[in-house]
Antibody, heavy 121, light 107 residues
Framework: EVQLVESGGGLVKPGGSLRLSCAASGFVFSSYSMNWVRQAPGKGLEWVSSISSSGSYTHYADSVEGRFTISRDNAKNSLYLQMNSLRAEDTAVYYC??????????????WGQGTVVTVSS | DIQMTQSPSTLSASVGDRVTITCRASQSISSWLAWYQQKPGKAPKLLIHKASSLESGVPSRFSGSGSGTEFTLTISSLQPDDFATYYCQQYNSYSRTFGQGTKVEIK
């Protein structure tokens, strides 16, 4: 079964750090670009970051550029999001999502269940 | 960054209605657009990619059209399972922005 499972969410104080993980199974993880998408309580979806299949190319939303770092370990079939200098506005459900195609950007066909990050003092 | 604007924000409809949601891009994105359905407490589900390609397993009552800056998602005959929030997403640029969402409610 194709599956993504996020972990690492929790409660953190403003200015703190958190590392999210996403474990992939059921597909050739190393062949696909991966993404992080978040959703603040009661709000819409916000793309956060993407990483190429090899990990050589990364892209970030302006709102997290310089504070968040996306990475992957293809040997461990895992995707990560290191979040530093966290702010209250980073409070959200964080989803990892797989690109549909392995040869060009496309929509995301597989999503995890999400992990909740709460930034509060 | 490319901005995506959906309309309407909320739509009230009845079972059996034909429903159309519009998504406009602030600049041309060719056909690099996806549509998702999201239900409360659940992850989004991919419906349409490349503006008009139906994702495997998605009912044929869903269809997408458009290119450039204007796109539509149409549900030909609304079913009870279709009451949800719908999002468009562009992936023409490295910044893969979403529209703000359209909530389809029961009339």
């Amino acid at each position: 079964e194709v599956q993504l499972v996020e972990s690492g969410g929790g409660l953190v104080k403003p200015g703190g750090s958190l590392r999210l993980s996403c474990a992939a199974s059921g597909f050739v993880f190393s062949s696909y670009s991966m993404n992080w998408v978040r959703q603040a309580p009661g709000k819409g979806l916000e793309w956060v970051s993407s990483i190429s299949s090899s990990g050589s190319y990364t892209h970030y939303a302006d709102s997290v550029e310089g504070r968040f770092t996306i990475s992957r370990d293809n040997a461990k079939n895992s995707l990560y999001l290191q979040m530093n200098s966290l702010r209250a506005e980073d409070t959200a459900v964080y989803y990892c999502a797989k690109d549909l195609l392995n040869y060009s950007p496309d929509g995301s066909d597989i999503w995890g269940q999400g992990t909740v990050v709460t930034v509060s003092s | 960054d490319i901005q995506m604007t959906q309309s309407p924000s909320t739509l009230s409809a009845s079972v059996g209605d034909r429903v159309t949601i519009t998504c406009r891009a602030s600049q041309s994105i060719s056909s690099w657009l996806a549509w998702y359905q999201q239900k409360p407490g659940k992850a989004p589900k991919l419906l349409i990619h490349k503006a008009s390609s139906l994702e495997s397993g998605v009912p044929s009552r869903f269809s997408g059209s458009g290119s450039g800056t204007e796109f539509t998602l149409t549900i030909s005959s609304l079913q009870p399972d279709d009451f949800a929030t719908y999002y468009c997403q562009q992936y023409n640029s490295y910044s893969r922005t979403f529209g703000q969402g359209t909530k389809v409610e029961i009339k």
